[in-house]
């Protein structure tokens, strides 16, 4: 309330100086009411406006490379992080809530730019699943820690090779040495943001790695 009587104060100050200034006369009684309900309207406006533009869903990556025993996995983490404190998250301005992400994926060789695994759908490991099996489709909520995950590639220990994972329609493949590319789409909420990221599949699991 504080922070909106300011807003009022000072829009009416500009309207004051606005006609001293440009018109050498200042408005009757009757066009104050009507500047002072428009300056209020405009104050009830701006926490809409810029919910509008700086509470959208914003979905953050972070590459990063996991290690368990002698498994080794690539994945990207995701995240949708809260309003930063300030003068937005003062005006109401709140993030939204991920309704649909999901996540597809290709991988061709770094050089060359064949295409070696194509177009994959991926499993999205998320806090909210108990079963830790993964979803094609998820929510993603507004949160400081890392809400969910996608495997990229992994080492298989029985197999000692890098494995691209398998998706409902193509089986696990498997990458030999070399330098990759990592296209990745996130759709988020029918909108689509694609980022890239390199890797190494080398001889041993401590070879694989995320690479700029």
């Given at each position: 309330m504080v922070l909106a009587a300011v807003v009022v104060l000072f829009v009416?100050?500009?309207?004051f100086f606005a006609f001293a200034?440009?018109?050498?006369?200042?408005?009757?009684?009757?066009?104050?009411?009507?500047?002072?309900?428009?300056?209020?309207?405009?104050?009830?406006?701006?926490?809409a406006i810029f919910q509008m533009f700086w509470?959208?869903?914003?979905?953050?990556?972070?590459?990063?490379?996991?290690?368990?025993?002698?498994?080794?996995?690539?994945?990207v983490y995701l995240e949708n992080p809260p309003v930063k404190p300030g003068l937005i998250k003062r005006l109401g301005v709140r993030r939204e809530t991920v309704q649909s992400l999901t996540?597809?994926?290709?991988?061709?060789?770094?050089?060359?730019?064949k295409i070696i695994a194509p177009i994959r759908h991926a499993r999205i490991y998320s806090d909210d699943?108990?079963?830790?099996?993964?979803?094609?489709?998820?929510?993603?909520?507004?949160?400081?820690?890392?809400?969910?995950?996608?495997?990229?590639?992994?080492?298989?220990?029985?197999?000692?090779?890098?494995?691209?994972?398998?998706d409902r329609l193509r089986p696990l493949l498997i990458l030999?040495?070399?330098y990759y590319l990592a296209s990745i789409a996130l759709i988020?909420?029918?909108?689509?943001?694609?980022?890239?990221?390199?890797?190494?599949?080398?001889q041993s699991a401590d070879d694989l790695v995320w690479s700029n």
């Open positions: 009416l100050l500009v309207l200034g440009f018109f050498g006369t200042f408005p009757e009684e009757w066009e104050w009411a009507g500047i002072t309900l428009a300056a209020v309207g405009l104050v009830m406006a701006t926490p509470g959208r869903p914003l979905v953050k990556t972070r590459f990063d490379r996991h290690e368990q025993g002698k498994e080794r996995f690539l994945n996540v597809a994926f290709r991988i061709s060789e770094a050089g060359s730019g699943d108990p079963t830790d099996t993964g979803s094609p489709r998820i929510s993603l909520p507004p949160t400081h820690s890392v809400a969910a995950c996608i495997l990229v590639v992994y080492w298989d220990t029985d197999l000692n090779k890098a494995v691209v994972p398998a030999e040495p070399g988020v909420d029918g909108e689509s943001e694609d980022i890239q990221r390199r890797f190494v599949v080398g």
